[in-house]
């Protein structure tokens, strides 16, 4: 099943040889997408002319259910055409010009990939009254975009093909030949009875859990590696997924969050006190940062940067607030988190 849907997507449009790999797996797990919980998504990102609309016409025509919007399209529809048919979203322009209509379909994206959490919308009946409905987003989803969202752990939810990155394959056919329909169909009724066959036989399989991972991406890579039969496949798509790991810790790490962390963690372990004063915090800050920043940097915006952001303890003693040093293994994990590496002595006794 899995080489004649291959052949299909190699035939009509150009991919990296291991995404096109990606890209068959993703059209079976749509079949079976009803067997798990979580979901990835599948992302095609590049300018236009790159072949982000071709891949997306390829795919959806062997997705389960598969139906078509772009970013002409109003939101409202897309809640409800989710909800009635529970199918495969394919989504062309998915990044919107306007920031509100960018939010609604953030809300679809952010809440489709787990399954319970459906979108609440307030809806008129026929008396004209206003009653509360729950729509079903969950699902897979198949979205092409110009660029990335604002939203990182939105990001962190995509296996993405970047595309226009290399010249065109020449036996890419410019125009969908007359033959692609009638092709598209006879494998979409294999795989619907590939669904009937094994629909009851998937499930999740928690061995193939990456520990180098962190959770939301392991999360995500179970159930595409849970169909997954090839091993090289697997070891490709765990590879994917460490490159977007390694790209969320280094984008964390130019946030005034990890600035804070680094220097917290210096302060730590460099003093055999019982607490780490905040003031001391904000002293090296301003030494070390304080011309990267044109707002003022005082006690009250790091120890709010500590206390709402990081969720790091701190307390007042003696007339001054303090982080105490049993927040030490917390500080070590969010410095992971951060990519920040500056507690070296971790066999030291707290």
Same mark, same amino acid.
């Given at each position: 099943? !899995?080489?004649? @849907? !291959?052949?299909?997507? &190699?035939? &009509? ?13 993703y ?10 919980n979580e ?40 809640? &409800?055409t989710?909800? #009635? ?8 322009? #998915? ?15 952010? /809440?489709? /990939?787990v399954?319970?959490?459906?979108v609440l919308r ?10 509360p409905?729950?729509? &079903? ?12 969202y ?10 993405? !093909? ?7 394959? *020449?036996?890419?056919?410019? +125009?969908? $030949? ?16 590939y ?36 091993? +090289?496949?697997?070891?490709?798509? %765990? ?10 810790? #280094? ?31 904000? #002293?090296?800050? @301003? ?8 707002? $003022? ?9 500590? %206390?709402?952001?990081? /969720? ?5 003693? *003696? ?5 105490? @040093? ?9 410095c ?6 500056? @507690? ?5 006794e707290?």
């Amino acid at each position: 099943m !899995q080489v004649a @849907i !291959q052949q299909f997507i &190699h035939r &009509h449009v150009d991919l990296d040889t291991s995404f096109e790999k990606v890209a068959t797996y993703y059209v079976i797990l749509t079949w079976l997408y009803d067997a798990f919980n979580e979901l990835p998504y599948l992302r095609f990102r590049g300018d236009y002319g790159t072949g982000k609309t071709r891949a997306l016409l390829i795919l959806g025509s062997l997705c389960y259910k598969g139906f078509f919007a772009s970013g002409a399209s109003t939101v409202s529809p897309i809640f &409800h055409t989710l909800d #009635a048919f529970r199918g495969t979203l394919i989504f062309d322009e #998915a990044d919107f010009r306007f920031s509100d209509e960018k939010a609604e379909i953030v809300k679809i994206l952010n /809440n489709g /990939n787990v399954q319970g959490l459906p979108v609440l919308r307030t809806m008129m009946n026929r008396q004209r009254e206003f009653n509360p409905q729950a729509f &079903h987003v969950f699902g897979p989803k198949i979205v092409a975009t110009r660029g990335s969202y604002d939203d990182k752990g939105l990001e962190s939810r995509f296996l993405t !093909q970047e595309m226009g990155s290399r010249q065109l394959r *020449h036996d890419i056919p410019i +125009n969908l $030949p007359h033959t692609f329909k009638d092709e598209a169909r006879e494998l979409r009724n294999k795989l619907l009875l590939y669904r009937f066959h094994r629909r009851m036989d998937v499930k999740l399989d928690e061995s193939l859990v990456d520990p180098r991972l962190e959770p939301r991406l392991n999360q995500i890579l179970l159930p595409l590696l849970s169909v997954v039969s090839d091993e +090289n496949l697997r070891s490709e798509l %765990r590879s994917m997924a460490l490159e977007t790991q390694l790209s969320l810790v #280094a984008d964390r790490g130019l946030l005034v969050e990890a600035q804070v962390l680094e220097i917290l963690g210096e302060l730590m372990a460099g003093s055999q006190r019982p607490v780490v004063p905040v003031a001391d915090i904000v #002293a090296v800050f @301003i030494e070390r940062y304080g011309f990267e920043y044109e707002r $003022p940097i005082t006690n009250r915006w790091i120890g709010t940067i500590l %206390r709402k952001r990081l /969720n790091i303890r701190t307390y007042k003693s *003696h007339g001054v607030y303090v982080v105490p @040093i049993n927040e030490r293994p917390k500080i070590e994990l969010l410095c992971g988190r951060y990519g920040v590496n500056v @507690i070296s002595d971790s066999k030291t006794e707290v």
